[in-house]
């Protein structure tokens, strides 16, 4: 390349290395020829690599040649000459997971500021004499049946089950989580238009008759329909405080239906909407028994500075 009159800057990054490498080895080359680019002699024991050494160039992207998008141990072994067990080791370390990756979407909403600040606001200062309560409807829950017998757990052996399924219909769960209690309003519907969210929201004032409400909830189209503003108008005591775009994690009831989800729907057997509904009937009915409330720890400002895009590592390329 070097012959070819292509500049250092070039050479190095085409082959992964820096700048200081490429003018040491075109000087070996220069003075001593093809004998120049042998390994010279070292003096005393091989030089040992630590853990910090090795994580740093994991951390460093693949050359491009090399055709990879991350690092696999033993890929970077010999590049560091170590082997394998010796970088993963270092990896568990230091808790480097090059093989692992997870998506985000950052939210442009207009009004974020405002919005994280009245949503945390209301989670870490609720008002006085007052409900908060999240809402939102967990859509599309599937009632599959499996086509054969599920196998039990057994000692030495995990549940089992074929993976194939027969589907037969969904429902749509709403569900209003009051922050103080962690208690849920609860309802089924075999949909989720404007309507049956209106219907929701009257049955959760009527669970709270005379008391002032605070709704969280996100931005789904059926959440601001006419209807559903009209109705808020006629009940001045209930407010509605909505979530950023992209940001329906913030909204607590999120974290009850992954509850819902894991121990009632996820390895479940149902034959029917009617089954499937009486189970989650039965376990709101359990939780609310037993029911305690989700603990909110991030503040406003906490929260902002993780929104901000220009602290991915995207802004380093």
């Known amino acids: ?6 500049a250092n800057t070039q050479i190095a990054g085409a082959v992964g290395v820096s700048v200081p490498t490429v003018l040491t080895w075109r000087g070996r080359y220069q003075r ?8 010279a002699p070292r003096p005393g024991r091989p030089r040992r690599i630590d853990h910090r050494e090795i ?9 491009k040649r090399l055709g990879v998008t991350h690092w696999s141990s033993r890929l970077l072994a010999p590049r560091l000459g170590v082997s394998p067990a010796t970088v993963a080791r ?8 090059p093989w692992r990756a997870e998506s985000f979407r950052f939210s442009t909403d207009p009004e974020l500021v405002a919005k994280v600040t009245d949503v945390v606001g209301l989670y870490l200062a609720p008002p006085e004499n007052a409900v908060v309560l999240c809402v939102d409807e967990k859509s599309q829950i599937q009632a599959l049946d499996r086509t054969q017998p599920i196998l039990p757990m057994q000692p030495g052996m995990i549940e089992r089950r074929s993976a194939d399924y027969v589907r037969h219909g969904t429902t749509t769960l709403f569900a ?15 949909r989720h238009r404007r309507q049956e969210f209106l219907a929701f929201c009257k049955q959760v ?24 503003r009209t109705w808020l108008e006629a009940n001045p005591r209930i ?16 974290v009850w239906f992954g509850i819902v989800e894991r121990q ?54």
């Open 176 to 190: 209003a989580l009051e922050i103080a209690t962690g208690q849920v309003t609860a309802a089924l519907k075999p």
């Open 90 to 97: 270092a990896w568990r370390a230091y808790g480097v997971q």
């Open 239 to 254: 407010h509605v405080h909505f979530t950023p775009t992209h940001a329906s994690w913030m909204n607590l009831v999120e």
């Open 264 to 317: 009632a729907i996820r390895r479940g057997v149902f034959r029917s909407v009617k089954e499937l509904n009486a189970k989650i009937r039965a376990f709101t009915d359990s939780w609310n028994d037993r029911s305690h409330p989700f603990v909110w720890t991030k503040t406003a400002d906490q929260i902002l500075k993780k929104a901000n895009p220009k602290k991915t590592s995207e802004a380093n390329h």
């Open 205 to 228: 004032a009527r669970a709270y008759p005379g008391r002032e409400l605070h709704l969280v909830m996100d931005n789904y189209a059926a959440h601001k329909t006419v209807e559903v």
């Open 55 to 63: 994580v740093a160039a994991t951390l460093t992207p693949p050359p």
């Open 1 to 6: 390349m070097a012959a070819e009159g292509v």
């Open 32 to 39: 001593s020829g093809i004998a120049g680019l042998g390994d």
